[in-house]
C-alpha cells in the first residue's frame, strides 16, 4: 500500500512538471503567432476604404535566428459605407 502511494506521488510530480514545461514554452512562443488589424484609408477623392490585415508567423527557422517566418499574410480592402 505505502509503495503504491509512493508511485502516485511521483506521477503527479512528473504530471506537474510536464504541464509547467508546456506552458513555459507556450509562453516562449515556440508555437506560431497570428496579428490582425484595421485601418481606415482615406483616398485623394474623399472615399473611404477599410484596411484589414492578418499576418500568420510561424517558428523560428533557426535556434539562433530572433525573428519568426512569415506563414501567410492576406490584406483586404473594403470600402467604407457612409
Known amino acids: 500500500m505505502r509503495t503504491i502511494q509512493l508511485r502516485l506521488k511521483q506521477i503527479a510530480k512528473l504530471g506537474m512538471i510536464l504541464m509547467m514545461g508546456a506552458c513555459m514554452s507556450a509562453g516562449a512562443g515556440l508555437f ?3 496579428m490582425r488589424w ?3 484609408m482615406r483616398l485623394h477623392d474623399g472615399r473611404v ?3 484589414e ?3 500568420n508567423l510561424g517558428g523560428y527557422p ?10 501567410d499574410e492576406t490584406i483586404t480592402f473594403r470600402r467604407q459605407q457612409q
Do not use: N, T
Open 38 to 40: 484595421k485601418e481606415e
Open 62 to 71: 533557426a535556434p539562433d535566428a530572433r525573428e519568426r517566418r512569415p506563414l
Open 53 to 55: 490585415r492578418f499576418y
Open 32 to 34: 506560431g503567432h497570428s
Open 49 to 51: 476604404l477599410l484596411v
